[in-house]
């Protein structure tokens, strides 16, 4: 994983919680790169997976929780980052069908040796879309939270629902997000 997505993510637990606990969550999780990340580094997603773990130990919030919610702050330093990505884009629907074919193509582009999810996009009215996520690494959960957040920049109400379809070594997730009247 990009160090972007981790140095993120300690910043989220240091505003979150404090930086007190990030120390203490870098420490007890010992990591392989003691958690010196920088943006342009690529670190195992194992590291990601013992973060959370130890941070939910410390915390006593459950690890999906804690994922979700990083998956809002995420999206959030996301707009700021790269805003190119959100020119002439005018709802949350339309964001999220261009994840797979121009947000992470252009992500590849950038960093060669990232590892992105793939999406598929097979249903999209105006109320309703289903994103299908499938990955070998386990962040769906990262998923809901960037696609909750994407709603939430667009000011837009909707529930999302969630229908595991994985097999073993491969995550596949469907997403049903839908707009409320
Ligand atoms: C401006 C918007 C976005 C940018 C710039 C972006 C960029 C990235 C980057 C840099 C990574 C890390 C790749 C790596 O660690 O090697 C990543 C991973 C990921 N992205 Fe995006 N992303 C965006 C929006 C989204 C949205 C809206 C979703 C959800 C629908 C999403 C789902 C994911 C997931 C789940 C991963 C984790 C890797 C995996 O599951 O295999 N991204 N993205």
């Given amino acids: 994983m990009k160090g972007v997505v981790f140095s993120e993510f300690i910043e989220m637990v240091e505003e979150r919680f404090s930086p007190a606990i990030a120390d203490r969550m ?7 790169s003691g958690g010196a990340y920088t943006a342009v580094g690529t670190y195992s997603h ?3 997976l013992a973060l959370v773990g130890t941070l939910s130990t410390l915390t006593g919030v459950p690890v999906p929780e804690l994922v979700r919610a990083y998956g809002h702050h995420l999206f ?3 707009t700021a980052l790269y805003p190119s990505f959100f020119e002439g884009v005018t709802s949350a629907f ?3 069908a261009r994840i797979e074919n121009h947000v992470h193509l252009e992500v590849r582009k950038l960093y060669p040796d990232a590892e992105l999810p793939r999406f598929d996009t097979p249903q999209r009215d105006e109320r309703h879309m289903v994103m299908l996520y499938e990955s070998r690494r386990p962040f769906a959960t990262l998923a809901l939270g960037l696609i909750e957040g994407c709603l939430q920049h667009w000011g ?6 969630m229908t ?3 097999e073993p070594g491969i995550t596949r997730v469907r997403f049903d997000i839908t707009r409320r009247a």
């Fill in 26 to 32: 870098i420490e007890l999780a010992h990591v392989p």
């Fill in 46 to 48: 194992e590291e990601m």
């Fill in 76 to 78: 959030q330093r996301f």
């Fill in 94 to 96: 339309e964001f999220l």
């Fill in 156 to 161: 837009e109400q909707a529930d999302v629902t």
């Fill in 164 to 166: 595991d379809l994985s």
